[in-house]
């Protein structure tokens, strides 16, 4: 007989099928602003000169081999890592209180801390997790995969073009006490919208009193303000609240490294002997799925983040990114409201933070970007920043000029 033929066809990536549509467009002013890459002013993929150094390192040695990493990853990365997110004076750090794994980038980061959850976190009623609404929508399915309920919490406010505070504070507040949720310490993906630190400090504050579980999915360090400092002050600040919660961090962007899948999980407990049974259950559940992570991406960055001089040249990469992105706001709103004089109001554009900006497109507005302008972005209004550049960006604004008139 015939195997799978219940099979259902699944429809393509959004994402993926918006890049496809764009490399078969032959429109010579065609924009693709729809993948969450970084891009130089040419448009082209960039490799960090601070990685192109550390490879060269790395690969000149001559003691480079292939061999299996640990359960948990190359011990090296995974304790500058966690020094990079939880601060270099980190008290749970100090205290022992962290164990941390090395991960298929962010996307297993999150993964395997979901497993764990599933395993191990004492769920109030419900096995369910909150997501702001909207999400990265690959959080649906990661947590759906382990059989956990994706529930949604308010975030982004369509009027404002920016956060929803008391929408957000009340579903916190409304949550059974110890839910999970799950938030984005900055470069909130898909809206570039962050909750200033005051605001951090009023979602705290809820978080604590209800006995919630803080899940940060960190994929964008340094590459929103182009300061690693800055971008982890909500991850530190939680931290030195006491709330209880894990760290997922991701290499992908602010190193450039998207296809080493370079990332780690950063679980945070109470004491160091809880600390090491969370640890001995990372290595039992990381053995099972993966059984020990990819090296090469983990020995660059372990390289990059223990040596003085190449961290400093890596933050000077960060900061070419980010500014890079942040000029790019700059000058997509002075030709929106000074050049084309678009109407609406479009603040949010140099207000909103990292990678992706929600244009306040709707639907159809998007549509006639990608149908009309060949400019492709996905139908909620998202734009890659990453994609604008010096010769595409007049194009780009007087494309949404048009769209919304
Ligand atoms: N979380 C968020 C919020 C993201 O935007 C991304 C990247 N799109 C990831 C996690 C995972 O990325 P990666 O697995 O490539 O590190």
């Not at 800055?230 to 997922?248: G, I, Q, S, T």
């Not at 992706?356 to 492709?376: C, E, I, P, R, W």
Request: with cysteine; charged share 20%; aromatic share 10%.
């Amino acid at each position: 007989g015939e195997f799978w033929q219940d099979v259902p066809l699944a429809p393509p990536d959004s994402i993926f099928k918006l890049t496809a549509a764009y490399n078969t467009d032959s429109y010579p002013k065609k924009v693709n602003l729809g993948v969450g890459a970084y891009r130089d002013n040419d448009g082209k993929p960039w490799v960090l000169p601070v990685v192109k150094k550390a490879t060269e390192k790395l690969l000149s040695d001559p003691l480079y081999n292939h061999e299996y990493l640990p359960i948990t990853g190359l011990p090296e990365f995974t304790s500058a890592a966690a020094k990079l997110i939880l601060g270099p004076d980190s008290s749970a750090i100090a205290e022992g209180r962290v164990a941390s794994a090395q991960t298929i980038s962010g996307t297993g980061a999150c993964h395997l801390a979901a497993l764990f959850l599933t395993k191990f976190y004492g769920f109030n009623g419900q096995k369910q997790v909150f997501l702001s609404n909207p999400t990265w929508v690959n959080h649906h399915a990661l947590f759906k995969n382990v059989g956990i309920t994706p529930v949604e919490y308010p975030y982004y406010d369509p009027r404002t073009v920016g956060l929803d505070l008391q929408g957000f504070k009340t579903a916190l507040e409304n949550a059974p006490p110890r839910s999970v949720i799950l938030m984005h310490p900055c470069a909130h993906n898909p809206t570039g919208v962050d909750p200033t630190r005051e605001q951090w400090k009023e979602l705290a504050e809820v978080i604590i009193a209800k006995h919630h579980y803080a899940f940060f999915d960190c994929a964008y360090q340094g590459f929103a303000s182009g300061d690693l400092d800055n971008d982890a002050w909500a991850v530190r600040y939680f931290v030195e609240k006491k709330v209880p919660m894990l760290v997922c961090q991701s290499f992908a962007k602010n190193a450039g490294l998207y296809g080493e899948r370079v990332g780690a999980l950063h679980m945070i407990s109470p004491g160091q002997d809880t600390a090491n049974r969370v640890k001995s259950q990372l290595s039992v559940l990381q053995r099972s799925e993966i059984s020990n992570p990819p090296m090469h991406g983990a020995k660059l960055m372990a390289l990059i983040l223990n040596d003085e001089e190449l961290f400093e040249e890596w933050k000077r990469d960060i900061k070419t990114m980010a500014h890079r992105i942040i000029s790019m706001r700059k000058e997509l709103y002075r030709l929106l409201t000074e050049e084309f004089k678009t109407p609406g109001s479009w603040d949010h554009i140099t207000r909103q933070i990292g990678m992706f900006s929600f244009t306040g497109l709707n639907g159809a507005q998007s549509q006639a970007m990608n149908d009309k302008a060949h400019v492709y972005m996905t139908t909620n209004g998202r734009i890659s920043m990453a994609g604008l550049n010096t010769s595409n960006i007049r194009y780009v604004a007087e494309s949404v000029d048009k769209a919304v008139r």
